[in-house]
């Protein structure tokens, strides 16, 4: 069966690298094209970008020419898109309009009422909301969109306790620096340090959970009746987010209640190849999830949680950017693939 093919927007920059290892190999897609800025245009990939990743730059992929973030210049039947917010503003419609499926890592659409922001674990019903989408843009295409990294961590954690009838969330977010890309925090600003302050993440933090886990109606998404409170803060770890969470419950479960609904959870999506066995691996030891020792699990698609007391309290932790970024898009993607949407 030919592969699908894929091309990624905004290429060099950290989570169009991890789009491109994501893809590298990948059963049902293969990239034709790499799209990046009018600087990087033309040149070859390998020219490009400064590979930052521990895993070796693809040989294929080096030798690949980058084009213009431009459809009549991208060879692709979906796209992925890394790019500036700003810049997926304007562009990632464009695509929509000329029949692109797009998958997109960005901040620009997710609150948009016609647009699925998707974490195929916990809404995958969202899907339908793409039709209305279609017919009142006219599209050929569509755009779908990924959460914010905090977001998907202490989301995906959440699902399985939405049966308890959530009313309040607390988080404290402890944020990597590859999170504000390769050049994003100077080393002598974060080096020994803590930052109490990321510039909007705070907002999309406390809007973007209500969205995932709210109900599709038939024409938009209701959102889920509870309120989220963040405090986000830079931390001087490379990769992986950890989060302190406080939920208070209608039904008020007991810690081993909360524990054993995250065990049980089951979102049934082992058929996606980047969908991990476990979408939330329950940690028991005292001082876990830790990033260093947890970030890769599931080919760090996983979500650790741990430290689960009364009140309720818990620690999560995932891989900001797989889990955060790029991997959620390709699982999004593998996700339209199955429902015959590709």
């Known amino acids: 069966m030919a592969k699908i093919k894929a091309g990624v927007l905004g290429a060099t920059g950290a989570v169009g690298q991890r789009f491109i290892e994501g893809l590298q190999n990948h059963p049902w897609f293969e990239i034709t094209s790499i799209a990046a800025s009018e600087r990087s245009a033309g040149k070859k990939y390998k020219e490009a970008a400064r590979w930052r990743l521990e895993s070796e730059l693809p040989a294929d992929v080096a030798e690949m020419t980058v084009v213009n973030?431009?459809?009549?210049?991208?060879?692709?039947?979906?796209?992925?898109?890394?790019?500036?917010?700003?810049?997926?503003?304007?562009?990632?419609?464009?695509?929509?309009?000329?029949?692109?499926?797009?998958?997109?890592?960005?901040?620009?659409?997710?609150?948009?009422?016609?647009?699925?922001?998707?974490?195929?674990?916990?809404?995958?019903?969202?899907?339908?909301?793409?039709?209305?989408?279609?017919?009142?843009?006219?599209?050929?295409?569509?755009?779908?969109?990924?959460?914010?990294?905090?977001?998907?961590?202490?989301?995906?954690?959440?699902?399985?306790?939405?049966?308890?009838?959530?009313?309040?969330?607390?988080?404290?977010?402890?944020?990597?620096?590859?999170?504000?890309?390769y050049e994003g925090v100077p080393s002598m600003a974060i080096l020994g340090n803590v930052i109490p302050y990321i510039g909007g993440e705070e907002e999309k933090v406390e809007m973007e959970p209500q969205k995932i886990l709210g109900a599709f109606d038939g024409a938009k998404i209701v959102p889920a009746d509870f309120s989220v409170s963040a405090s986000c803060h830079r931390v001087p770890v490379m990769d992986g987010h950890t989060e302190a969470v406080w939920v208070t419950m209608r039904d008020n479960p007991t810690p081993k209640e909360v524990r054993q609904a995250m065990l049980d959870f089951d979102p049934g999506l082992r058929d996606l190849p980047t969908s991990?066995?476990?979408?939330?691996?329950?940690?028991?030891?005292?001082?876990?999830?830790?990033?260093?020792?947890?970030?890769?699990?599931?080919?760090?698609?996983?979500?650790?949680?741990?430290?689960?007391?009364?009140?309720?309290?818990?620690i999560a932790m995932g891989h900001n950017t797989v889990r955060g970024a790029a991997g959620a898009s390709i699982l999004n993607a593998e996700l339209l693939h199955k429902k015959g949407m590709l």
């Not at 419609?93 to 948009?112: D, I, L, Q």
């Not at 947890?294 to 080919?299: A, E, L, Y």
């Open 69 to 181: 973030v431009d459809p009549k210049e991208v060879d692709a039947d979906i796209v992925f898109s890394a790019l500036p917010a700003d810049e997926a503003k304007t562009a990632e419609p464009e695509f929509a309009a000329a029949g692109f499926a797009v998958a997109s890592n960005t901040s620009s659409y997710r609150m948009v009422s016609d647009v699925p922001l998707l974490i195929p674990e916990c809404n995958y019903e969202h899907l339908d909301l793409i039709k209305v989408q279609q017919e009142k843009r006219g599209w050929d295409g569509y755009l779908t969109t990924n959460p914010n990294c905090t977001t998907i961590m202490f989301t995906l954690a959440l699902k399985p306790l939405m049966k308890f009838g959530i009313q309040t969330v607390h988080v404290a977010s402890m944020q990597a620096v590859s999170g504000a890309g």
């Open 276 to 314: 991990p066995k476990k979408a939330l691996i329950v940690k028991d030891e005292v001082d876990r999830p830790q990033p260093r020792l947890d970030r890769n699990r599931g080919n760090g698609m996983s979500v650790s949680v741990g430290r689960i007391r009364s009140g309720i309290r818990f």
